[in-house]
C-alpha cells in the first residue's frame, strides 16, 4: 500500500516562498499521479495541482497559477510543489494524493491514497 509523507509547510511572510515535499513508501511511486490539495478554514477542500505519473504533464489551479510549480523525482519517491510570492490567501493545510488513473482525467476528482497533510500559514 502507498503511504505518502508531507513536509515543508510552516509560517511565511506575503510574498515568500516555501517548498513542500511529498514522500512515498510502501510501493514505487512511478505509476501513479500525485496531486496536491489544500483545506483552508471553514472551507472545502480543493485542488491546486497535479503531476502525471512520468512528470510530463502538470495541471494548476487558476489561482496559483504561475506562482507554484510541481514536480517529482521518481527515484527519490519525492514529488514537490515550489511555491512563490505566497498571500494570505493561500493559508491552508496542504495535501498530496496519489492514484493510478492520469490527471488528464478530472484531476481534481477521486484520489485512492492521501497524507496527513502540512499546515502552511501566510501572514506578517
Known amino acids: 500500500q502507498l503511504q505518502l509523507v508531507e513536509s515543508g509547510g510552516g509560517l511565511v511572510q506575503p510574498g515568500g516562498s516555501l517548498r513542500l515535499s511529498c514522500v512515498a513508501s510502501?510501493?514505487?511511486?512511478?505509476?501513479?499521479?500525485i496531486g496536491w490539495f489544500r483545506q483552508a478554514p471553514g472551507e472545502e477542500r480543493e485542488g491546486v495541482s497535479c503531476i502525471s505519473s512520468s512528470g510530463g504533464s502538470t495541471y494548476y489551479a487558476n489561482s496559483v497559477k504561475g506562482r507554484f510549480t510541481i514536480s517529482r523525482d521518481n527515484a527519490k519517491k519525492t514529488v514537490y510543489l515550489q511555491m512563490n510570492n505566497l498571500k494570505p490567501e493561500d493559508t491552508a493545510v496542504y495535501y498530496c494524493?496519489?492514484?493510478?488513473?492520469?490527471?488528464?482525467?478530472?484531476?481534481?476528482?477521486?484520489?485512492?491514497?492521501w497524507g496527513k497533510g502540512t499546515l502552511v500559514t501566510v501572514s506578517s
Open positions: 510502501g510501493v514505487t511511486l512511478d505509476y501513479y499521479a
Open positions: 494524493a496519489s492514484r493510478l488513473r492520469s490527471c488528464s482525467v478530472d484531476w481534481t476528482g477521486r484520489m485512492d491514497y
